[in-house]
Structures are given as C-alpha cells and as structure tokens.
C-alpha cells in the first residue's frame, strides 16, 4: 500500500470515528493519534485538513490504530460555531444569488452568549470566508432566521 493510500484509509477511518462520535466535520477536535505507521509531515497536514483536527500525532505501534480526541474545548466549541455561521452565511448568499465577487455587509444577532463570543472572536475569519466589508452584532429588519448549535441567530446579508 503506498503512503498516499494509507492517508486515505486513515482518513476513511477517521470519518467513521467521527460519525458514530457524532462529531460533525466542520467541529474542529484537538488531536489525531496515528500508531503503528509512518508517514511524512506533507500527509499528515494532509489527513490533519481533511479530518479537521489541529494535530496529527504518530506514535510506535504493531499495527495501524487511531485514537481520536472528541473532548470539545469552549475554544473548539467556538471554531465549530464560526465555520457553521460561515457555511449558512454563504449558503444565503447563494439564495440571494450573490456572486463570491460582490462585497456584503454583514449582520448577526442572537441573545445566545457562546453565538456572540464566537462571531466576536472570529471575526476577522468570518468577515473573510463570506466576502464581508462589515460585520455588525446588531438584528437587521430583513434578516433571516437560522439555527446555530439549536440556539436562534438572525444574519442580514446588504450587498455593499
């Protein structure tokens, strides 16, 4: 099996581990265990990307075996909030038929704290990832409803 092979089926692999640990994609997790194999630091970015954990650790062993760390950080918590916002953010983009070129100014809102304190922190992200100018903690009259980790969250998306 070549190297590039085995990043896939450790990739396969963790994918499973996430889905019966019922941790979506876009939750980013702290650590990835590889034991048993070894493989060079441009694949372990690789499986680090497409796993979405923050380190990818190798570690002796007989034979391939995965430890994945599910305990979520309020830091994780938060990055999981942000890339979800991000994705329906787009997505409404998309709905207003919005092309990636075109700048927006953003609004969000929600009473949830964890929502406030994510959007806050990440702003910067957020702002880049959804092509926003401006990005305003404040309801909109136009807004749309969403659900953001079952808290509600309004977003507005002005063409700018």
């Known amino acids: 099996m070549s190297n590039m092979e085995l990043a896939r089926k450790i990739v396969s692999l963790v994918l499973e581990k996430r889905e019966a640990a019922k941790m979506p994609i876009r939750q980013s997790l702290s650590q990835l265990t590889i034991l048993g194999v070894k493989l060079d630091q441009e694949l372990l970015d690789v499986i680090k990307d497409e796993v979405n954990v923050k380190t990818v650790k190798l570690a002796p062993g007989k034979e391939l075996e995965l430890t994945l760390d599910t305990t979520l950080t309020p830091e994780l918590i938060q990055e999981g909030i942000a890339r979800e916002l991000i994705r329906k953010i787009n997505d409404y983009r998309k709905e207003l038929k919005l092309t990636i070129k075109e700048s927006v100014t953003l609004f969000v809102h929600s009473d949830d704290k964890k929502i406030l304190e994510s959007v806050k922190k990440h702003q910067d992200e957020i702002k880049t990832a959804v092509g ?29």
Do not use: N
Request: with cysteine; aromatic share 0%; charged share 30%.
């Open 132 to 160: 926003a100018k401006q990005l305003t903690l404040a309801p909109e009259k136009q807004a749309k409803e969403i659900k953001l980790q079952d808290a509600a969250c309004t977003i507005s998306v002005i063409k700018a």
